[in-house]
């Protein structure tokens, strides 16, 4: 499903971001990528999303060739790949339900459509009795849900976690992170980016760790040691 293959990115004057970085990631695995703050992680991800392009090596998703690929066709491969940030990105005047539409609204997709997609994600991540509540009448894990709803509103191939839990408590960190394992169990490739090991130990998926740019480990899970 994805392969990086020796990618680098360096930023002017000589800052490396990553270098020479090789993994490879089947359908339907869950991946933590870990690392400290400047490991890489979000560079990683802009890579992925085609924000940037890298330096060197390449990248491919499924059968593209991202690190070539023409702008026309950023958005149809966008649509495979949903992203979950931790800052929410929620808009404040629309509802929970709305801002699970909207997504759907901005690339175009009819009405009839957007009415059956949305009660569906939303049932998927828990939220069927919350759709007229607004992102001030939600709490922190409530409104995480509604953004990873949001994600899933294109039925991607990939879900990208970038932090998920930074904001949470506890409690609702557990509940994000079994809810991101249930979405893996649907067979959705699902990366998860964060620096909380505590939480990718009871995850006991298969771990990529950066430093410095660098690829430093792939383990099948992470240990206690």
């Known amino acids: 499903m994805i392969n990086f293959h020796r ?3 360096q930023y002017p004057p000589d ?5 020479e970085v090789t993994f490879s990631i089947g359908a339907g695995e869950m991946i933590a990528i870990v690392g400290t703050s400047g490991a890489g992680k979000t560079t990683l991800i802009r890579l ?3 924000e940037e392009r890298p330096t060197s090596g390449t990248i491919s998703i499924a059968d593209w060739d991202i690190s070539k690929i023409h702008r026309k066709d950023v958005p149809l491969l966008r649509r495979q790949i949903g992203v979950v940030f931790q800052d929410f990105k929620m808009l404040p005047q629309r509802t929970a339900a709305e801002n699970v539409a909207f997504a759907l609204e901005v690339v175009g997709t009819d009405t009839p459509t957007i009415k059956k997609i949305v009660p569906e994600v939303m049932s998927i991540v828990g939220l069927d ?3 007229e509540l607004f992102p001030h009448q939600l709490s922190g894990g409530e409104q995480q849900r509604v953004v990873i709803a949001r994600a899933l509103a294109h039925r991607p191939k990939i879900l990208i976690a970038d932090e ?5 408590d506890p409690d609702n960190a557990e ?3 079994r809810l991101l394992k249930k979405i893996n169990e649907f067979n959705t490739t699902v990366l998860l980016v964060t ?4 939480a990718v130990r009871r995850l006991k998926s298969r771990v990529l760790r950066l430093h410095e740019g660098k690829l430093i480990g792939d383990y099948p899970h992470l240990t206690n040691t």
């Open 7 to 9: 990618v680098s990115k």
């Open 15 to 19: 800052t490396a971001a990553l270098h």
């Open 48 to 50: 992925l999303i085609t």
């Open 129 to 131: 009795k919350k759709h």
């Open 164 to 168: 998920p839990t930074g904001n949470l």
């Open 175 to 177: 509940e994000i992170m």
């Open 195 to 198: 620096h909380n090991l505590e």
